[in-house]
């Protein structure tokens, strides 16, 4: 019976469970030292010398950057060379942001490497630092960087402004001109932080062949051994990086981490194996999610159409880029997807420069901010204009057969299955407090509830029927062994989603065969060829197509073997399944009576010297479909403590298949539950006089939502839809970044219809909750 | 600073091992002993990524000086499962579909087994609160919380 | 500061008796105590304290109870840890704001580990379980090679991370005395998320003679250097008649009478307004597990 669509359990639950998962940070090799970083304790310092006598003498080994190969790089690779922004180097000469780290120790235990880390001398020429994006573009503003590099390109860098994108499509003069009413808000979400568990490591093992082995937390382990090349001046087979567990990831490893060169030049120079860890208090130093404030604009005529939308991005990135570039054209591109605008859209973005941490993607790249700001700017329309708030989304949406940006506006495709209208419907229905949700001004007591709705989308990778300003392909070797169990070799990481367990599904409807039948086999960057990352939604859509493909080809070529032992020509044949046999049974289509299993022909090929069935490509899908998600959240606001909970939420995904509806939901709770925090708890407020976190790094000042904070099991409804994507492996897309794109402003929707109170920034904590109420007269004591 | 020889009782096996004052008992499980199974998450209580039982209660490992530890009878992640056999709240967060990255799994486990064995029939808000020093960032905890419940039942039922 | 070893370098005590344990606070310099850890580790990582010596105390079992004595006075020794507490039947009976304030603390593994008295010499303003103590009228029995001396815990705290302990004592006894009859109390504390040290903290005993009360204490933590009795405000309910429109007067007496700062955990306007609304649940709850009615 085919384990597509259906529940199975994890293939490394086991293995989780039992403490015997391996994830970089336990990697221990016989002779491995422990490093340490030293971080700059100044947001803008040039670094004058490094005297690292002192720490020598303790017996470690020391790495500054004298010691590196100055390649100016970006730690980020998925665009094309051609639209990425190169600013930094493995250690620094100038450091830009409190924590950069400025030089590493390694010694035969961490607690000398750290005493020896304490030992180094800096001499450092503190300068003046700018923490806002509004006062870094002012003339004589501290500058960051004189110069930089946008592909092979140097570019002089002015008033700290890293990109400027902007995007104009359609008329929208024309568009705001025909509309009956136009709205105007302003928008501003915090920088956060991924807090994924494990925090960013590595472990780098040099061999007596001068080459390198390294284990790190990874999205992917081919950007990294590319980037690991280039700054240790190897070939790229002397670089071997290792697939392994990520304990998470949230966009925080898409880019090569920070530490990860660092730990392999360290290693490099020490000939030992070391292992560098990030403190939690550097980690929250290393990167965040990019805070980003929007103006918007939107026309609507009296029948309800939006005739034109102007958004105006000012995003600050901190010190490095890890590609705001992309991330403004992606912002642009989940605006212009999310409504039809009459297809006239405008988007403005300026990214700048700051002495704080750089920001990076985080589940979204940008989606889930700039849907906050649409999906609140459509409640506002709906409120004031009367209009029902699914019909106006339903009227105004762009769904199957619309244009859709799947990353930025050099990747589109054409949208080929779309969920929305049945999770707006069902979804209402399943939410029955949304019929009687009322008006705010009818609510009355110490405690007002009200429900909201938003919707969102995210890409299912990058990969649209043009190449563009994005790389995304991925690759597999798939092979029939002699018994008929199936190995497949592949790079393309999960960080937990489920997505290796997809990939094994998908082997397993090719060939017929049990899911115990299929292994996915270590893997690294030597015995694999390109995958450009797991983000972007791609896991499943672009990695398991790969499979899928290497899948189908490897089957073709056991058919011709098939074929020979049966006398028959393969076009003939086809594999069903067997379970008394357990595995793929090969026959003439729709003859059971002569056959041969799958292990059968592999052995005969075997024996007979024809081969091996087994297939390697890589392949690149031709579509970027969306992956559609709904939010019908019910919240109760506590008008005496400010205090807002969350009674009840309705989660509606699309992601074509589900492979494993478990593990889809278990995306989308998860996700509700950052979407929780984001709304609700989480902010990185910085001390302005010393570009320090107010946090200091440690988790005991940054509150995420708790198992307490989420609503009762029974009131955390979740389906999917039902649809079927043409273009993915056996119907599926993608969902994971999707799941956050609609949740902060569901809830932010569902506070304005308790209260009437619209709130346009992030987070709402029960201090601006009480002051809202207090200011509008609702609070009591 | 001090040295001093101690012994560990981890998952029914004794260890002697000279150990310096300031050794953390996480770091040495994972470094010294090899079970890596209790993780790092935040070095200050705040995650339960190193939680361990000591005899049958939840502890964070990263708050103990391994000497401080010496004669503890202690109960790591790797230590729950007879041989292959898991343990019910192993098994059901299995079951449930409870793990993604999984690296919160270990603590996570531990701890649910602490609370079985402190309340064999606990209620949802029981469990969501004994959870709370229990950070995981991918599941949004309601396939855990299910977890837990449904292994309590099941070893109602086995009895 | 990291969060991932201990950086400093100490000699490791583990006396098996509370004399031996105070010689060696009476002779050696710059000695930290060990009890539950949860703390002293904590400051040890990420707030730069060292020590020549760590003095792990939990070798003496003689401090590890939670008993009555004869005159029905309930004690709490140094080791008692705070889900044991929690979790005993004269603390849920007789001294319930204190059983909730444990329980509200940290997480489980946390107060498996940590002690009350740990928790009270950490003198953070912000110490859950001291709040109640206060309104229990609990007395702190500080030990040294001198002698012993006993102080009401409203007395203890002089400024965040300071007592009146003198480096040779050692806090070792908190004993709490038999609630009147007609008593009841309550404790509300808010913070972010669950598991949090509190933005603010409100604890409330009073003891009812019919329509009046004759006894009140209102403490608040995280509003102040130290954890605070709010003696005047107090004193506005003793002798009166309980009423609604009392327990608003008083609670509007509380917020205007505490002066808290902002910090990472809320702002003071916050703490003030929200000083207000949980006095006055507190002292309504209290008030009413008192047998009083409203």
């Given amino acids: 019976m085919s384990v597509i669509g259906k529940n199975t359990p994890r293939i490394d639950g086991p293995a989780k469970v039992s403490g015997k998962q391996q994830y970089a940070s336990d990697i221990i090799i016989p002779g491995m030292m422990y490093a340490v970083t030293l971080r700059s304790p100044y947001p803008h310092a040039e670094i004058l010398s490094i005297d690292t006598s002192e720490a020598e003498a303790m017996g470690a080994v020391c790495l500054t950057y004298e010691d590196i190969i100055p390649v100016i790089y970006n730690e980020r690779s998925v665009s094309v060379p051609a639209a990425t922004y190169r600013d930094r180097t493995v250690l620094p000469k100038k450091a830009r942001h409190i924590g950069e780290p400025i030089a590493a120790v390694a010694a035969d235990t961490e607690e000398l490497a750290y005493k020896a880390m304490q030992a180094l001398k800096v001499e450092y020429k503190v300068l003046d630092a700018v923490y806002e994006p509004e006062e870094a573009m002012k003339d004589g503003a501290p500058q960051l960087y004189d110069k930089i590099y946008f592909g092979d390109e140097e570019v002089i860098v002015k008033n700290n402004i890293g990109v400027v994108r902007n995007i104009d499509e359609g008329d929208s003069v024309g568009g705001f001109a025909r509309a009956d009413r136009i709205f105007e808000e302003d928008f501003e979400l915090p920088r956060i932080y991924h807090c994924q568990l494990e925090t960013k490591g590595c472990v780098a093992a040099p061999d007596t062949e001068g080459g390198i082995t390294v284990w790190a937390t990874a999205q992917s382990i081919h950007g990294n051994r590319q980037l690991l090349a280039q700054t240790l001046g190897l070939p790229l087979s002397k670089v071997n990086v290792k697939k392994i567990t990520l304990g998470g990831g949230f966009g925080s490893s898409i880019q090569v981490n920070t530490v990860t060169p660092i730990c392999a030049a360290l290693a490099m120079k020490a000939r030992r194996p070391v292992k560098l860890l990030s403190a939690r208090e550097e980690d929250f130093y290393s990167h965040h999610k990019y805070p980003s404030k929007f103006h918007v604009r939107i026309g609507v005529t009296n029948d309800g159409v939006i005739t034109a939308a102007h958004v105006k991005a000012l995003i600050d990135f901190g010190a490095h880029q890890i590609q705001p570039m992309s991330f403004m054209g992606c912002v642009a591109g989940w605006f212009a997807s999310l409504y039809k605008y009459e297809g006239n859209i405008k988007f403005d973005g300026v990214a700048v420069y700051t002495n704080k941490t750089p920001c990076c993607a985080m589940q979204g790249y940008g989606n889930p901010q700039i849907n906050f700001a649409i999906e609140s700017m459509v409640d506002i329309i709906c409120n004031e204009m009367g209009f029902d708030p699914i019909q106006f989304r339903l009227k105004n949406y762009r769904g199957t057969g619309e244009e859709f940006w799947g990353q930025g506006p050099t990747i589109r495709s054409i949208i080929k299955s779309c969920g929305v209208e049945e999770s707006l419907v069902e979804g209402s229905k399943l939410m029955e407090e949304w019929a009687t949700r009322g008006k705010p001004e009818d609510k009355h007591g110490d405690i007002l509830t009200g429900v909201g709705l938003a919707r969102g989308f995210h890409c299912s990778g990058t990969a649209g029927p043009k190449e563009g300003e994005v790389i995304d392909y991925s690759s597999a070797l798939v092979k029939v062994n002699e018994d008929g169990s199936i190995d497949c070799v592949t790079p393309v990481m999960d960080h937990g989603g489920g997505t290796w367990d997809a990939l094994a599904k998908i082997l397993t409807e090719v060939f017929k065969v049990p899911l115990n039948m299929v292994g996915l086999s270590p893997a690294d960057t030597k015995n694999t060829g390109y995958d450009v990352c797991t983000h972007a939604t791609r896991g499943v859509y672009c990695g398991g197509a790969a499979v899928y493909n290497a899948a189908v080809k490897c089957r073709d070529k056991l058919l011709e073997f098939a074929g020979r032992v049966m006398d028959e020509h393969p076009c003939h044949l086809e594999i069903v399944e067997n379970e008394e046999l357990g595995q793929g049974f090969i026959q003439v289509k729709g003859f059971p009576q002569k056959g041969r299993t799958i292990g059968e022909v592999a052995k005969i090929a075997q024996i007979n010297s024809w081969g091996t069935a087994m297939y390697a490509e890589s392949f690149r899908q031709k579509n970027c479909p969306p992956c559609f998600t709904t939010h019908f959240v019910k919240v109760a606001v506590n008008t005496r403590t400010g205090e807002i909970t969350i009674p009840k939420v309705v989660i509606y995904g699309d992601c074509g298949v589900a492979m494993n509806p478990d593990l889809l939901y278990g995306q989308l709770i998860g996700s509700f539950n950052r979407g929780l925090g984001y709304v609700l708890y989480e902010n990185l407020p910085h001390d302005e006089r010393t570009g320090k976190l107010k946090n200091n790094g440690l988790l005991v000042d940054y509150k995420m939502p708790t198992a307490v904070e989420m609503p009762k099991a029974e009131n955390v409804i979740v389906r999917h839809a039902h649809t079927y994507e043409p273009t993915g492996p056996f119907g599926a897309k993608g969902i994971g970044e999707a799941a956050l794109a609609s949740v902060q402003a569901a809830i932010a929707n569902a506070i304005y219809n308790a209260t009437g109170i619209r709130f346009t920034k992030l987070p709402i904590t029960p201090e601006i909750m009480l002051k809202a109420l207090q200011e509008k007269g609702l609070a009591h004591k | ?159 | 500061m990291t969060t991932r070893i201990l950086a400093t370098e100490f000699d490791y005590l583990k006396p098996a008796t509370l004399e031996e344990a105070l010689k060696i606070l009476s002779e050696k310099e710059n000695v930290r105590i060990l009890a539950g850890g949860t703390d002293v580790i904590v400051k040890m990582k990420v707030a730069g304290m060292t020590c020549d010596y760590l003095m792990d105390v939990k070798g003496i079992d003689s401090l590890d109870y939670a008993k009555l004595d004869d005159d029905g006075v309930f004690h709490i020794g140094a080791l008692a840890k705070l889900s044991h507490l929690e979790k005993n039947p004269i603390v849920a009976e007789r001294y319930p704001a204190l059983k909730e304030a444990f329980h509200l603390m940290a997480s489980i593994s946390v107060r498996n580990m940590a002690t009350m008295v740990g928790n009270i010499c950490n003198a953070s303003p912000v110490a859950d379980s001291v709040v109640p103590c206060i309104c229990y009228n609990a007395i702190l029995t500080l030990a040294s090679v001198r002698g012993q001396r006993t102080v009401p815990i409203e007395k203890f705290f002089l400024a965040p991370g300071v007592t009146v302990m003198e480096k040779d004592e050692m806090l070792i006894d908190v004993a709490l005395p038999q609630p009147e009859a007609n008593s009841g109390a309550a404790f509300i504390k808010k913070t972010r998320v669950r598991p949090d040290i509190a933005k603010i903290s409100v604890g409330v005993r009073v003891v009812r003679d019919g329509d009046k009360a004759n006894f009140c204490r209102i403490a608040m933590g995280a509003i102040a250097a130290t954890p605070a009795y709010l003696e005047a405000t107090s004193a506005l309910v003793i002798g009166k008649k309980v009423t609604p429109e009392l327990i608003a007067e008083v609670a509007a007496h509380a917020a205007a009478a505490i002066h808290p700062i902002d910090d990472n955990r809320t702002t003071a306007e916050y703490r003030v307004a929200i000083a207000e609304v949980l006095t006055k649940d507190a002292l309504t709850e209290a008030w009413r597990n008192a047998g009083g009615e409203l």
């Fill in chain 2, 1 to 159: 600073m001090s040295k001093h020889d101690i012994t560990l009782n981890v998952n029914g096996k004794k260890y002697e091992l000279t150990v310096n004052s300031n050794e953390l008992l996480l770091n040495v499980l994972r470094d010294k002993l090899f079970l890596t199974g209790s993780k790092y998450g935040c070095g200050i209580a705040e995650c339960g990524a190193c939680t361990i039982l000591k005899d049958d209660e939840s502890y964070f490992a990263c708050m103990v000086p391994a000497v401080a530890a010496d004669g503890w009878n202690i109960t790591t992640v790797e230590g729950l499962a007879d041989g292959d056999k898991l343990n019910p709240v192993q098994q059901a967060f299995i079951d449930n579909s409870a793990i993604q990255c999984g690296f919160c799994v270990p603590g996570m486990v531990v701890t649910s087994t602490a609370l079985l064995r402190e309340n064999p029939d606990p209620d949802e808000d029981f469990v969501k609160d004994y959870l709370r020093g229990n950070f995981c960032r991918c599941t949004g905890y309601v396939a855990m919380v299910k977890s837990v419940l449904d292994a309590a039942s099941k070893m109602k039922e086995a009895k």
